[in-house]
Structures are given as C-alpha cells and as structure tokens.
C-alpha cells in the first residue's frame, strides 16, 4: 500500500478556511467508508478528530468536518483558530484491521 | 479515563532489537485490538500491525514480517512491540494506538527510537 497524497503544508488567516486534501486509489479511499484525520502537535499523541469520513469524536469543535469523493477526501477547518496550527494525517482502513496513512499536512496560521 | 502510555527513548547500534512497551488504563485492555504505527523523521506515518490481546491474534505490514513481533501482557494491560535487525532507517517514533471502530481512537505519546553507530 503506498502512502495517501496530501499537500506538504496549507496556509490562513484566523477565521478563514483551509482545506486539506487526501488522494488514494479505489482500493483505499475510494473503497471505504472509514476514513479518519488525525491532528498532531509536536511532541504530542495523535488525536482523532474525524472518522468515518465525517463523525467528529465528542468534543472535537465543529470547526473541523470532513468529506469524500470517489478517491479524495477532504478536511476542512472552518474559522481557523491559532491552537489549530499542527499536523494533520489522513488515514485510510484497508480491510483486516490494516490502514494506510497519508504523509501529513503542516497547518500553519498566519 | 483512558490513556495510554509508552516507554522511553531508547538509543541502539545497528542490528540490535528494540522492545517497546504501551501501558493501557481507563479500559478493558482485551476488549480492543491495539495497533503499532511508526512515524520516521519528515514522513508520514507507516502502519506496522496490530495484536488482539484476547486472542493473541497478530497481523504485520509486509515489510516488517520476520522482524517484528507483538505481544501483549492483560495481566498488566501492557502491550510491547519488538523490532530486530535494527537499521538507521528504523529510526523513529512508534506509537501504540487502541482500534475501535475502524479507526485508532487513542494514541500513546510516542517512543523515539534512534539507531547509530
């Protein structure tokens, strides 16, 4: 399986929007409902924030939503917040508890 | 509350192992598949495998098969991942992460792992 595509790094300013993409194939995105994003701060445990394409686990803001499109799938971060600025990781399940991860997307407020 | 918490840093010479331990808490440890993942430096991260700790079930990446094994302790809700023949390449942060759901919805904070000459 090779890695999920996702921008390097996606920009803005408080209170816009960013998108974050995440391309596979028909055998990973495009063929499962389980995708899931994971926020990362340095030196901090990864935390989901969507699965399932789109449910946000309790107490993740309803800033951040997701969406998917045949072998895209998308995270959006509405009224971008300074806490906001991390990593983010797109994650794809293959099927017998396997994933596939992307190769992340630095968010950077200005 | 749940939590998951991993051992320290370690620092190995080429062609060393490497154990890795997950303490779990807060949940019924054998009730979850536990997943190890790896992050190297500037890359995304790369799924390793995952143990059913009421099983004892494994599964591995391909690339990691024959050197890589898992084990869990539900005595101590304690989970451990061995990596051998350790390379520089191996040098990263694993992390041990609690499955539910078709996603990993706890993570450890992460163990760096370097190898040096």
């Known amino acids: 399986q090779s890695a999920l595509t996702q921008p390097r790094s996606v920009s ?5 929007s960013v998108t974050i993409s995440c ?11 389980h995708l899931s994003w994971y926020q990362r701060h340095p030196g901090k445990a990864p935390k989901v924030i969507i699965y399932d394409v789109n449910k946000r686990p309790s107490g993740v803001p309803d800033r951040f939503s997701g969406s998917k499109s045949g072998n895209t799938a998308s995270l959006t971060i509405s009224g971008l917040r300074a806490e906001d600025e991390a990593d983010y990781y797109c994650c794809s399940y293959a099927g017998s508890h396997n994933y596939v991860f992307g190769i992340g997307t630095e968010v950077t407020v200005l | 509350q749940e939590q998951v918490v991993q051992s320290g840093a370690e620092v190995k010479t080429p062609g060393a192992s490497v154990t890795v331990s997950c303490k779990a808490s807060g949940y019924t ?26 099983s004892g079930d494994t599964e591995y990446a391909q690339r990691f ?10 005595s101590i809700t304690t989970a451990y991942m061995e990596l051998s023949r350790l390379t520089s390449d191996d040098t990263a942060i694993y992390y041990c992460a609690r499955d539910r759901d078709f996603h990993l919805d706890f993570w450890g904070q992460g163990s760096l792992v370097t190898v040096s000459s």
């Open chain 1, 12 to 16: 803005g300013s408080p209170g816009q």
């Open chain 1, 23 to 33: 391309t596979g194939s028909s055998s990973d995105v495009g063929g499962s409902d």
């Open chain 2, 29 to 54: 440890f054998a009730d979850y598949i536990h997943q190890w993942v790896r992050q190297a430096p500037g890359q995304g991260p790369e799924w390793m495998g995952w143990i059913n700790p009421k």
């Open chain 2, 65 to 74: 098969q024959g050197r890589v094994t898992t084990t869990t302790d539900t």
